[in-house]
């Protein structure tokens, strides 16, 4: 199965932990997946999440400029 690049995100946390490797995020709710074993992620799929970066970051920092928080703050 060729997995949607829509529904694939890139992500520098994960429980509580941070890495600059990150993970790969697969957002599996509403694909059906019955049947299906293997998921294939391309490498270069990969690279140009990891370009792109943290969106759940980026987010956050918005929704704080917004609000008038501090930008730098995690």
């Known amino acids: 199965?060729?997995?949607p690049k829509s529904r694939m995100r890139f992500t520098t946390t994960y429980q509580g932990k941070s890495?600059?490797?990150g993970w790969i995020v697969l957002e599996l709710t509403?694909?059906?997946l019955e049947g299906a074993n293997k998921i294939y992620l391309?490498?270069?799929e990969i690279e140009k999440l990891k370009q792109r970066g943290d969106t759940a970051a980026d987010k956050?920092?918005?929704a704080r400029a917004l609000l008038g928080g501090d930008m730098d703050a995690e």
């Open 42 to 44: 391309p490498m270069e």
């Open 60 to 62: 956050l920092k918005q």
């Open 19 to 21: 890495s600059p490797e």
């Open 1 to 3: 199965m060729l997995f």
């Open 30 to 32: 509403g694909v059906d």
